[in-house]
């Protein structure tokens, strides 16, 4: 079993949408939470970051973390096209630099 | 800033060969990650380096490949010899020294081997 768990997709929304994106894992020593977006043939860009459990939102981008189910989320509201993208939660636990990466949400927001 | 460089952008090379990957980080980053990302794996750490020195190699396949940082502003990543499954793209990230910082990736290098 993997230690983060992510619905590849697709997901496939109309414009204007909100859309839901979630992570599980297995890990509690997993301290950071962050998503990345990455678009075709580009490299992940931080989307957005949160230290432990809570709420924390950025125009029309929300992430949460609940570290007592083990789960996080990220809400993009009034979605557009330009939002298609694969959505990457990732991870880093106590003691260690690296990320662990989900395998990535394919959404796509149709005009 | 330019961000994080890499190259060569794209790689094509025959079973055998010996395959080299280059990554500038941004200036001022102490931290250097080499992930990798495949359509059956996704993205894994293959090795970081914090203040040029080899942290975690936990992520390294096998003896076919190795990784330096001679220097801050310099990092190569070594497949010798390279296998049909070593096609992916290879990203190169840059942080940091704090625990927790935003690690900036560069554009990937898209290998293949025939």
């Known amino acids: 079993q993997k230690e983060v768990e992510q619905d590849p997709g697709p997901l496939s929304v109309p414009e204007g949408a909100i859309v839901s994106l979630n992570c599980t894992y297995s890990?509690?020593?997993?301290?950071?939470f962050m998503w990345y977006r990455q678009y075709s043939r580009k490299g992940p860009e931080l989307l957005m970051y949160t230290y432990s459990s809570g709420n924390k939102e950025d125009g029309r981008f929300t992430a949460q973390v609940d570290k007592s189910s083990k789960y996080i989320s990220l809400f993009i509201r009034d979605s557009q096209p330009s939002d298609s993208a694969t959505y990457l939660c990732?991870?880093?636990?106590?003691?260690?630099?690296?990320?662990?990466f989900g395998s990535g949400t394919r959404l796509q927001v149709q005009p | 800033d330019a961000g994080v460089i890499q190259s060569p952008r794209h790689e094509v090379t025959e079973m055998g060969q010996e395959v080299t990957l280059r990554c500038k980080p941004i200036s001022g980053h102490n931290s250097l990650f080499w992930y990798r990302q495949t359509m059956m794996r996704g993205l894994e750490l293959l090795i970081y380096?914090?203040?040029?020195?080899?942290?975690?190699d936990s992520g390294m396949p096998e003896d076919r490949f190795s990784a330096k940082m001679p220097n801050a502003s310099f990092s190569t990543l070594k497949i010798q010899p390279s296998e049909p499954r070593d096609s992916a793209v290879y990203f190169c990230?840059?942080?940091?020294?704090?625990?927790?910082?935003?690690?900036?990736f560069g554009p990937g290098t898209r290998l293949l081997v025939l």
């Open positions: 380096f914090n203040n040029n020195v080899p942290i975690d």
């Open positions: 990230a840059s942080a940091g020294p704090t625990v927790g910082e935003t690690q900036y």
């Open positions: 990732a991870m880093i636990r106590t003691g260690r630099r690296a990320l662990t």
């Open positions: 890990n509690s020593a997993f301290q950071y």
